[in-house]
């Protein structure tokens, strides 16, 4: 089993976008997905909740309250969006759990800033210190021809972490959200998304 956070403690900088994204495309190869929330809001259960019944089915991962649930035994993929402010105790419990987690950063200043003391909340913890989670950056909304997105590369050489892709802006990233339906679902978008994502998917399939 594959166990896939999405973490920030920034909001609005993509996570949730990330996470019913990646669950959709393991559900769409026949994989046993569950999509968990630990966000109060509860984004990804009303998003699972509007998903229309003749696409690939995405379990709900029942982990929000005190008690951190583990995945079911029998599901290959267990993605858990977490909330803006996810950071002392939780995050050390959810660490314990997974074994990738995903950091969207959009490439501007403050967004840079407001991600520093996460990674280095992060670089602290046990699971990472011993390598037992491995850690991968993604750059949201990133046009990769642009000074920003240099800024941002010359931000993450001071922490060593890979930029395993970058996702551009897009208006379906939003409808998505309102519908339970990604850009996986619609195979007209499957060559321009498919060049993006590709090498998210691969590095979270892939060996340690």
């Known amino acids: 089993m594959r166990k896939i956070m999405v973490a920030n403690p920034k909001g609005g900088c993509g996570k949730s976008t990330l996470s019913v994204h990646i669950a959709s495309w393991f559900a769409r190869h026949d994989e046993v997905v569950f999509l968990g929330d630990l966000d109060r809001q509860q984004s990804s259960r009303h998003w699972l909740a509007a998903r229309p019944a003749d696409l690939p089915l995405i379990r709900h991962w029942e982990v929000f309250g005190d008690d951190f649930q583990l995945p079911p035994k029998h599901c290959n993929f267990a993605i858990l969006d977490t909330p803006a402010g996810f950071h002392g105790k939780r995050l050390k419990e959810a660490l314990n759990v997974v074994d990738r987690v995903v950091v969207p950063v959009s490439p501007s200043r ?4 407001a991600t520093r003391e996460f990674f280095e909340e992060l670089a602290a913890t046990k ?10 950056i993604v750059g949201m909304r990133v046009d990769v021809r642009t000074h920003a997105y240099a800024q941002l590369l010359e931000f993450l050489k001071e922490f060593d ?15 998505a959200a309102d519908t339970g339906v990604t ?3 619609n195979r007209s978008n499957s060559l ?6 590709r090498p ?3 590095w979270l399939v892939s060996r340690h």
């Not at 699971?127 to 991968?136: F, H, L, Q, W």
């Not at 321009?192 to 994502?197: F, H, K, T």
């Open 183 to 185: 850009l996986f679902d």
């Open 110 to 113: 403050f967004d840079m800033l």
């Open 127 to 136: 699971a990472v210190r011993k390598e037992r989670v491995d850690i991968g």
């Open 192 to 197: 321009a998304v498919d060049i993006q994502w």
């Open 200 to 202: 998210l998917l691969n």
């Open 161 to 175: 972490l890979p930029v395993v892709t970058c996702i551009a802006q897009a208006q379906g990233y939003l409808q």
